[in-house]
């Protein structure tokens, strides 16, 4: 690491003192560490860490670190904790291999570049190759940011945005709904635990995010005070946004039973077994836990794919697309049609067939 940390140092021009700055150490201690004559510390090793997959901004208006930074201040602004995050795990790859390739000016980016860049990241960070769903969530990102760029910065007539320029298959993994059979397998799981107050917790959950077409991060957020037997209840959804969602009377019913059962005063509604709030990670696990019970269901089991099949079933139960965009929080109608591309034509050869 540290060749890696004075081969970039080198590369930003960064003086000791200034480096020492970054990495909020004193100069006379870096100085020992980098020569060898004392080894770094636990805690210097990890800033070190942070600080080579950081972009530094070294440039001018143009310069790729300069328009990330702005970027993501930018979107600090109206955008939930977890997009942000989300943003950046995704931008950083592509702004530090600008550095390294010294890409200089990101309006003259061109989508060879762009290019290079994909294949680059679809290598995977960790030696396994991305799929292309994982592939299409960095195309994604970079396309809204060169769009940013297009809105923010002064590009001659001819400039495009190179990343429009190249097709990404998308992988279909967690917008492939449910089949009935697999949502029967899935509750026959559930039900064969042996703890009741989990086994509760989990069908409820799931019976929420089959009725709901909850996020993840919309279901974690539930307290106990904003649950009530009408089976409403306003989430705060991305970028701040609030919408009603109905639980359903089977819903209802199965936060109630699981509520009996819970004995907590915690204020959040789903806890785990040491009374925690539930955190994605543990969500993740409990999903985990049913594909493991449950290998014949393709594709795997994923909070997003019970909010997928809830969608599925307004559109085909012909809840006008308007509205299910508006129920399910999309801001872009276009994402709602992307979710009913899993229906197919049969019920119009069957309304016609009735002519």
């Known amino acids: 690491m540290l060749v890696q940390i004075v081969q970039r140092q080198k590369k930003l021009g960064l003086s000791t003192r200034k480096?020492?700055?970054?990495?909020?150490?004193?100069?006379?201690?870096?100085s020992l560490v980098i020569n060898g004559k004392r080894n770094p510390s636990r805690q210097l090793l990890d800033r070190m860490a942070r600080?080579?997959?950081?972009?530094m901004v070294s440039g001018g208006d143009t310069h790729p670190t300069t328009v990330y930074k702005e970027f993501m201040a930018e979107r600090s602004s109206f955008v939930a904790p977890d997009t942000l995050r989300y943003y950046k795990e995704k931008l950083e790859p592509f702004f530090l291999w600008c550095e390294k390739h010294d890409h200089n000016d990101i309006t003259a980016i061109s989508r060879a570049t762009i290019g290079e860049f994909?294949?680059?990241?679809?290598?995977?960070?960790?030696?396994?190759p991305l799929s292309n769903g994982g592939l299409k969530l960095h195309h994604q990102t970079?396309?809204?940011?060169f769009n940013y760029v297009e809105q923010t910065r002064e590009v001659s007539r001819k400039w495009s945005n190179p990343?429009?320029?190249i097709q990404v298959k998308s992988g279909n993994a967690q917008r492939t709904a449910f089949s009935e059979p697999e949502i029967e397998k899935i509750f026959?799981?559930?039900?064969?635990?042996q703890d009741l107050i989990l086994r509760l917790r989990d069908k409820a959950i799931a019976v929420v995010?089959?009725?709901?077409?909850?996020?993840?991060?919309?279901l974690l957020s539930m307290?106990?005070?904003?649950?009530?037997?009408?089976?409403?209840?306003?989430i705060i959804g991305k970028g701040g946004k609030r919408r009603t969602v109905a639980l359903g009377r089977s819903g209802v019913q199965e936060v109630e039973r699981y509520l009996e059962v819970r004995m907590s005063n915690a204020k959040s509604l789903w806890l785990t077994q040491d009374g925690r709030p539930m955190s994605k990670g543990a969500l993740k696990q409990s999903m985990a836990k049913v594909r493991r019970e449950v290998p014949s269901i393709d594709d795997g089991v994923f909070a997003h794919r019970f909010r997928h099949t809830a969608i599925t079933r307004l559109l085909r139960g012909g809840v006008p697309l308007r509205a299910v965009q508006l129920y399910a929080g999309h801001s872009n109608p276009h994402t709602t049609l992307r979710y009913a591309s899993a229906i197919d034509s049969e019920p119009a050869f069957e309304w016609i067939n009735k002519l």
């Open 19 to 30: 480096l020492a700055g970054h990495l909020e150490v004193s100069p006379a201690l870096l």
């Open 51 to 55: 600080w080579l997959a950081t972009p």
């Open 118 to 128: 994909l294949g680059h990241i679809r290598k995977g960070r960790t030696g396994k």
């Open 142 to 145: 970079l396309n809204t940011v």
């Open 163 to 165: 990343v429009s320029q």
């Open 188 to 193: 026959v799981a559930i039900e064969g635990r």
């Open 209 to 218: 995010l089959l009725n709901s077409a909850m996020r993840a991060s919309e």
């Open 223 to 234: 307290k106990v005070a904003d649950f009530s037997t009408d089976g409403r209840i306003t």
